[in-house]
Protein backbone atom coordinates (compact mmCIF):
# COMPACT_ATOMS: atom_id res chain seq x y z
CA UNK A 1 0.00 0.00 0.00
CA UNK A 2 0.92 3.49 -0.75
CA UNK A 3 1.11 6.10 2.29
CA UNK A 4 2.85 9.18 2.50
CA UNK A 5 5.15 10.15 5.21
CA UNK A 6 7.07 12.64 6.56
CA UNK A 7 10.41 12.55 8.98
CA UNK A 8 9.24 14.94 11.94
CA UNK A 9 11.50 17.82 12.54
CA UNK A 10 13.26 17.89 8.74
CA UNK A 11 11.83 20.42 6.73
CA UNK A 12 9.87 19.42 3.01
CA UNK A 13 10.86 15.38 3.92
CA UNK A 14 7.60 14.55 2.92
CA UNK A 15 7.34 11.48 0.51
CA UNK A 16 5.49 8.72 -0.94
CA UNK A 17 6.57 5.47 0.55
CA UNK A 18 4.80 1.61 -0.13
CA UNK A 19 4.41 -0.63 2.83
CA UNK A 20 2.46 -3.82 3.75
CA UNK A 21 -1.02 -3.94 4.72
CA UNK A 22 -0.87 -3.67 8.15
CA UNK A 23 -1.45 -6.18 10.47
CA UNK A 24 -4.54 -7.45 13.18
CA UNK A 25 -2.06 -6.52 15.83
CA UNK A 26 -2.42 -2.63 14.91
CA UNK A 27 -6.12 -2.69 15.25
CA UNK A 28 -9.14 -5.19 15.04
CA UNK A 29 -10.53 -3.35 12.37
CA UNK A 30 -8.74 -2.98 8.91
CA UNK A 31 -9.81 0.17 6.96
CA UNK A 32 -9.49 1.37 3.45
CA UNK A 33 -9.14 4.81 2.91
CA UNK A 34 -11.31 6.74 0.71
CA UNK A 35 -11.04 10.89 1.18
CA UNK A 36 -8.07 12.44 3.44
CA UNK A 37 -8.49 16.16 4.38
CA UNK A 38 -5.69 18.68 4.56
CA UNK A 39 -5.11 21.46 6.73
CA UNK A 40 -2.47 23.55 8.35
CA UNK A 41 -1.24 21.27 10.78
CA UNK A 42 -0.12 18.74 7.72
CA UNK A 43 2.00 21.45 6.48
CA UNK A 44 3.20 22.80 9.93
CA UNK A 45 4.72 19.15 10.21
CA UNK A 46 6.24 18.83 6.75
CA UNK A 47 7.50 22.07 7.43
CA UNK A 48 9.21 20.66 10.54
CA UNK A 49 7.64 22.95 13.00
CA UNK A 50 6.69 19.66 14.84
CA UNK A 51 5.15 16.09 14.93
CA UNK A 52 6.47 12.87 16.78
CA UNK A 53 7.41 9.44 14.39
CA UNK A 54 6.10 5.89 16.49
CA UNK A 55 8.58 4.63 18.89
CA UNK A 56 11.27 3.08 17.10
CA UNK A 57 10.61 4.77 14.23
CA UNK A 58 11.68 7.49 12.18
CA UNK A 59 9.17 8.72 9.72
CA UNK A 60 5.68 8.97 10.81
CA UNK A 61 2.59 8.33 8.27
CA UNK A 62 0.74 12.08 7.62
CA UNK A 63 -2.91 12.54 7.90
CA UNK A 64 -5.13 12.85 10.77
CA UNK A 65 -8.64 14.04 8.46
CA UNK A 66 -9.70 10.76 7.61
CA UNK A 67 -12.61 8.90 5.83
CA UNK A 68 -12.57 5.43 5.10
CA UNK A 69 -14.53 2.37 4.04
CA UNK A 70 -14.61 -0.89 6.71
CA UNK A 71 -12.74 -3.90 5.06
CA UNK A 72 -12.82 -6.24 7.84
CA UNK A 73 -13.97 -5.92 11.14
CA UNK A 74 -14.75 -8.55 14.09
CA UNK A 75 -18.35 -9.81 13.98
CA UNK A 76 -19.24 -8.14 17.67
CA UNK A 77 -17.69 -4.67 16.39
CA UNK A 78 -21.09 -3.76 14.90
CA UNK A 79 -19.71 -2.22 11.84
CA UNK A 80 -20.69 -3.86 8.40
CA UNK A 81 -18.17 -4.15 5.30
CA UNK A 82 -18.70 -1.30 3.33
CA UNK A 83 -19.79 1.39 6.12
CA UNK A 84 -18.20 4.96 5.72
CA UNK A 85 -16.35 5.52 9.00
CA UNK A 86 -13.77 8.29 10.41
CA UNK A 87 -10.90 7.51 12.68
CA UNK A 88 -10.56 9.44 16.09
CA UNK A 89 -7.56 11.24 16.03
CA UNK A 90 -6.38 11.67 19.50
CA UNK A 91 -5.77 8.49 21.78
CA UNK A 92 -5.44 8.30 26.04
CA UNK A 93 -2.49 8.35 27.37
CA UNK A 94 -1.51 5.03 29.13
CA UNK A 95 -1.06 6.31 32.77
CA UNK A 96 -4.23 6.98 32.03
CA UNK A 97 -5.01 10.17 33.72
CA UNK A 98 -8.48 11.24 34.55
CA UNK A 99 -9.83 13.07 32.27
CA UNK A 100 -8.73 9.76 29.81
CA UNK A 101 -9.60 7.12 31.76
CA UNK A 102 -13.20 9.05 31.50
CA UNK A 103 -13.35 8.89 27.91
CA UNK A 104 -12.44 13.00 27.42
CA UNK A 105 -8.74 12.75 25.78
CA UNK A 106 -9.18 15.86 24.28
CA UNK A 107 -8.75 17.32 28.23
CA UNK A 108 -5.23 14.91 28.79
CA UNK A 109 -3.84 16.35 31.85
CA UNK A 110 -0.33 15.34 31.64
CA UNK A 111 0.18 15.66 27.88
CA UNK A 112 0.86 12.19 27.27
CA UNK A 113 -1.66 11.84 24.89
CA UNK A 114 -0.71 10.24 21.06
CA UNK A 115 -2.24 11.22 18.10
CA UNK A 116 -2.53 9.95 14.73
CA UNK A 117 -0.64 11.51 11.78
CA UNK A 118 0.64 13.88 14.70
CA UNK A 119 2.36 12.87 17.64
CA UNK A 120 3.83 9.21 17.89
CA UNK A 121 0.57 7.53 16.00
CA UNK A 122 0.72 6.47 12.25
CA UNK A 123 -1.93 9.03 10.46
CA UNK A 124 -4.44 8.42 7.94
CA UNK A 125 -2.41 9.03 4.98
CA UNK A 126 -2.28 5.30 3.64
CA UNK A 127 -4.39 2.97 1.43
CA UNK A 128 -5.17 0.96 4.75
CA UNK A 129 -4.96 1.35 7.95
CA UNK A 130 -5.96 -0.03 11.14
CA UNK A 131 -7.36 0.32 14.40
CA UNK A 132 -9.45 -0.32 17.65
CA UNK A 133 -12.89 -0.44 17.19
CA UNK A 134 -13.27 2.11 20.34
CA UNK A 135 -11.74 5.16 17.85
CA UNK A 136 -13.61 4.33 14.99
CA UNK A 137 -16.77 6.38 14.36
CA UNK A 138 -19.83 5.47 11.61
CA UNK A 139 -20.96 7.68 9.42
CA UNK A 140 -24.76 9.16 9.13
CA UNK A 141 -24.35 7.31 5.41
CA UNK A 142 -26.21 10.45 3.76
CA UNK A 143 -22.99 12.52 4.06
CA UNK A 144 -21.46 9.96 1.63
CA UNK A 145 -17.80 11.22 0.61
CA UNK A 146 -18.46 14.55 2.53
CA UNK A 147 -18.18 12.61 5.85
CA UNK A 148 -14.03 13.74 5.42
CA UNK A 149 -15.37 17.38 6.58
CA UNK A 150 -16.03 15.15 10.22
CA UNK A 151 -12.70 15.81 12.17
CA UNK A 152 -12.51 19.49 11.87
CA UNK A 153 -16.42 19.36 12.63
CA UNK A 154 -15.50 17.83 15.54
CA UNK A 155 -12.91 20.61 16.60
CA UNK A 156 -15.99 23.20 17.01
CA UNK A 157 -18.96 21.37 18.28
CA UNK A 158 -15.96 20.58 20.93
CA UNK A 159 -15.92 24.33 21.00
CA UNK A 160 -19.47 25.31 21.12
CA UNK A 161 -20.14 22.59 23.67
CA UNK A 162 -18.07 24.50 26.06
CA UNK A 163 -19.04 27.89 24.68
CA UNK A 164 -22.81 26.73 26.05
CA UNK A 165 -21.36 24.83 29.15
CA UNK A 166 -19.29 27.95 30.43
CA UNK A 167 -22.65 30.21 29.49
CA UNK A 168 -25.05 28.32 31.97
CA UNK A 169 -23.03 30.15 34.57
CA UNK A 170 -26.00 32.89 34.48
CA UNK A 171 -28.67 33.58 32.86
CA UNK A 172 -27.08 33.96 29.43
CA UNK A 173 -28.98 34.01 26.14
CA UNK A 174 -26.37 34.99 23.36
CA UNK A 175 -27.89 36.53 20.22
CA UNK A 176 -24.57 37.81 18.13
CA UNK A 177 -21.87 35.25 17.55
CA UNK A 178 -18.59 36.34 15.66
CA UNK A 179 -16.21 33.73 14.04
CA UNK A 180 -12.67 35.32 12.84
CA UNK A 181 -11.51 33.79 9.83
CA UNK A 182 -13.21 31.71 6.96
CA UNK A 183 -10.79 28.50 6.53
CA UNK A 184 -13.20 25.26 6.94
CA UNK A 185 -12.58 25.65 10.72
CA UNK A 186 -14.22 29.33 10.63
CA UNK A 187 -16.91 28.27 8.09
CA UNK A 188 -18.08 25.05 9.94
CA UNK A 189 -17.97 27.17 13.59
CA UNK A 190 -20.04 29.58 11.49
CA UNK A 191 -22.68 26.56 10.33
CA UNK A 192 -23.01 25.19 13.65
CA UNK A 193 -23.52 29.05 14.63
CA UNK A 194 -26.77 29.51 12.55
CA UNK A 195 -27.68 26.19 13.19
CA UNK A 196 -28.31 27.14 16.88
CA UNK A 197 -30.54 29.80 15.47
CA UNK A 198 -27.56 32.90 15.91
CA UNK A 199 -26.69 36.26 14.03
CA UNK A 200 -23.37 35.16 12.76
CA UNK A 201 -20.82 37.13 11.69
CA UNK A 202 -17.61 35.97 9.99
CA UNK A 203 -14.35 38.20 9.76
CA UNK A 204 -11.64 36.89 7.01
CA UNK A 205 -9.33 38.94 4.82
CA UNK A 206 -10.70 38.44 1.08
CA UNK A 207 -12.80 40.17 -0.91
CA UNK A 208 -13.59 37.30 -3.60
CA UNK A 209 -13.45 33.85 -4.10
CA UNK A 210 -15.59 31.28 -2.73
CA UNK A 211 -15.59 32.27 0.82
CA UNK A 212 -17.91 35.71 1.30
CA UNK A 213 -20.35 33.68 -1.06
CA UNK A 214 -19.96 30.52 1.08
CA UNK A 215 -20.66 32.75 4.39
CA UNK A 216 -23.68 34.55 2.87
CA UNK A 217 -25.27 31.76 1.52
CA UNK A 218 -24.94 29.64 5.21
CA UNK A 219 -27.35 32.66 6.18
CA UNK A 220 -24.66 35.11 8.03
CA UNK A 221 -22.70 38.21 7.22
CA UNK A 222 -19.17 38.18 5.68
CA UNK A 223 -16.74 41.06 6.77
CA UNK A 224 -13.70 41.84 5.16
CA UNK A 225 -10.64 44.32 6.46
CA UNK A 226 -10.38 45.34 9.73
CA UNK A 227 -11.93 44.70 12.75
CA UNK A 228 -12.33 47.82 14.01
CA UNK A 229 -15.37 48.30 11.67
CA UNK A 230 -17.29 46.09 13.68
CA UNK A 231 -19.65 46.02 16.48
CA UNK A 232 -18.93 45.98 19.61
CA UNK A 233 -21.19 43.97 21.61
CA UNK A 234 -20.64 39.86 20.25
CA UNK A 235 -22.14 38.16 23.14
CA UNK A 236 -19.92 34.82 21.65
CA UNK A 237 -16.58 34.82 19.37
CA UNK A 238 -14.90 32.17 18.09
CA UNK A 239 -11.24 33.12 16.94
CA UNK A 240 -10.00 30.39 14.41
CA UNK A 241 -7.33 32.18 12.89
CA UNK A 242 -4.68 32.01 15.91
CA UNK A 243 -3.69 35.42 14.51
CA UNK A 244 -1.75 37.46 17.32
CA UNK A 245 -3.57 40.35 16.33
CA UNK A 246 -6.57 39.46 17.13
CA UNK A 247 -6.58 37.37 19.53
CA UNK A 248 -6.92 39.78 22.24
CA UNK A 249 -8.43 42.96 20.05
CA UNK A 250 -11.74 40.63 19.40
CA UNK A 251 -12.67 41.09 23.48
CA UNK A 252 -12.89 44.88 22.60
CA UNK A 253 -15.94 44.10 20.71
CA UNK A 254 -17.70 41.62 23.36
CA UNK A 255 -20.54 42.36 25.46
CA UNK A 256 -20.43 41.94 29.10
CA UNK A 257 -20.75 38.61 30.10
CA UNK A 258 -19.24 37.62 26.73
CA UNK A 259 -17.54 34.21 25.80
CA UNK A 260 -14.40 33.94 23.99
CA UNK A 261 -13.29 30.95 22.76
CA UNK A 262 -9.73 30.72 21.03
CA UNK A 263 -9.83 27.96 18.40
CA UNK A 264 -6.70 28.97 16.54
CA UNK A 265 -3.44 28.58 17.06
CA UNK A 266 -0.66 31.30 17.14
CA UNK A 267 2.84 30.72 15.50
CA UNK A 268 5.68 31.07 18.04
CA UNK A 269 7.56 33.97 18.40
CA UNK A 270 4.15 36.26 17.54
CA UNK A 271 4.45 39.44 19.32
CA UNK A 272 2.17 42.65 19.43
CA UNK A 273 2.34 45.56 21.75
CA UNK A 274 -1.15 45.32 23.79
CA UNK A 275 -2.83 47.27 26.74
CA UNK A 276 -2.87 44.38 29.07
CA UNK A 277 -4.34 46.31 32.20
CA UNK A 278 -7.27 47.49 29.59
CA UNK A 279 -7.90 43.67 28.42
CA UNK A 280 -7.71 42.63 31.94
CA UNK A 281 -10.05 45.30 33.66
CA UNK A 282 -12.49 44.98 30.40
CA UNK A 283 -12.15 41.13 31.12
CA UNK A 284 -12.52 41.16 34.90
CA UNK A 285 -15.43 44.08 35.15
CA UNK A 286 -17.52 42.79 32.47
CA UNK A 287 -17.47 39.31 33.72
CA UNK A 288 -15.68 38.08 30.31
CA UNK A 289 -14.10 34.61 29.73
CA UNK A 290 -11.24 33.53 27.16
CA UNK A 291 -10.53 30.16 26.61
CA UNK A 292 -8.60 27.86 24.64
CA UNK A 293 -10.35 24.68 23.10
CA UNK A 294 -8.28 22.17 20.74
CA UNK A 295 -9.46 18.77 19.49
CA UNK A 296 -11.93 16.31 20.19
CA UNK A 297 -13.37 13.27 22.29
CA UNK A 298 -15.79 10.79 20.50
CA UNK A 299 -19.10 12.29 21.51
CA UNK A 300 -17.85 15.66 19.78
CA UNK A 301 -17.54 13.40 16.66
CA UNK A 302 -21.09 12.03 16.69
CA UNK A 303 -22.16 15.83 17.35
CA UNK A 304 -20.45 16.76 14.22
CA UNK A 305 -22.07 14.10 12.22
CA UNK A 306 -25.29 15.35 13.31
CA UNK A 307 -24.92 18.41 12.38
CA UNK A 308 -23.11 17.87 8.89
CA UNK A 309 -26.37 15.34 8.43
CA UNK A 310 -28.72 18.20 8.98
CA UNK A 311 -26.47 20.68 6.77
CA UNK A 312 -27.14 21.49 3.09
CA UNK A 313 -25.02 19.02 1.79
CA UNK A 314 -24.50 21.25 -1.79
CA UNK A 315 -23.13 23.80 0.70
CA UNK A 316 -20.84 21.53 2.55
CA UNK A 317 -19.80 19.99 -0.88
CA UNK A 318 -18.69 23.68 -2.05
CA UNK A 319 -16.14 23.95 0.80
CA UNK A 320 -13.53 21.39 -0.80
CA UNK A 321 -12.79 23.30 -3.52
CA UNK A 322 -9.75 20.89 -4.63
CA UNK A 323 -9.64 16.78 -4.94
CA UNK A 324 -6.42 15.50 -5.66
CA UNK A 325 -5.73 12.09 -6.66
CA UNK A 326 -3.13 10.29 -4.77
CA UNK A 327 -0.94 10.13 -7.49
CA UNK A 328 -0.77 13.90 -7.43
CA UNK A 329 -0.85 14.19 -3.75
CA UNK A 330 2.80 16.30 -3.83
CA UNK A 331 0.22 19.15 -4.98
CA UNK A 332 -2.45 18.73 -2.39
CA UNK A 333 -0.07 20.00 0.37
CA UNK A 334 0.72 23.39 -1.73
CA UNK A 335 -1.76 26.38 -0.93
CA UNK A 336 -3.47 27.99 -4.08
CA UNK A 337 -5.32 31.38 -2.86
CA UNK A 338 -8.39 30.17 -3.11
CA UNK A 339 -8.44 27.07 -1.63
CA UNK A 340 -11.02 26.32 1.52
CA UNK A 341 -10.75 22.35 1.80
CA UNK A 342 -7.93 20.20 -0.08
CA UNK A 343 -8.86 16.45 -0.39
CA UNK A 344 -6.58 13.70 -1.35
CA UNK A 345 -9.36 11.33 -2.87
CA UNK A 346 -7.96 7.11 -2.71
CA UNK A 347 -10.98 5.86 -4.42
Not at 156 to 171: F, L, N
Not at 245 to 270: K, M, N, R, W
Not at 304 to 330: M, Q, S
Request: net charge negative; glycine share 10%.
Amino acid sequence: MRCITVEPGTANSVQLDTFKIPTPDRGAVLIRAVRLGICGTDREIISGAYGAPPPGHKRLILGHESLGRIEDAPSDAGFAKGDLVVGIVRHPDPVPCANCAAGEWDMCRNGQYTEHGIKSLDGYGCEYYRLDPQFVVRLDQSLGTLGVLVEPTSVVAKAWEHVEWIGRRAKWKPRCVLVTGAGPVGLLAALLGVQRGLDVHVLDRVTDGPKPNLVRDLGATYHAGSLDALRDDFDIVIECTGAASLVFEVVEHTAPDAIVCLAGVSAPGASRSIDVGEINRKVVLGDRVLFGSVNANRRHYEAAIRALAAADHGWLDRLITRRVPLDGWRDAFAAKPDDVKTVIEFE
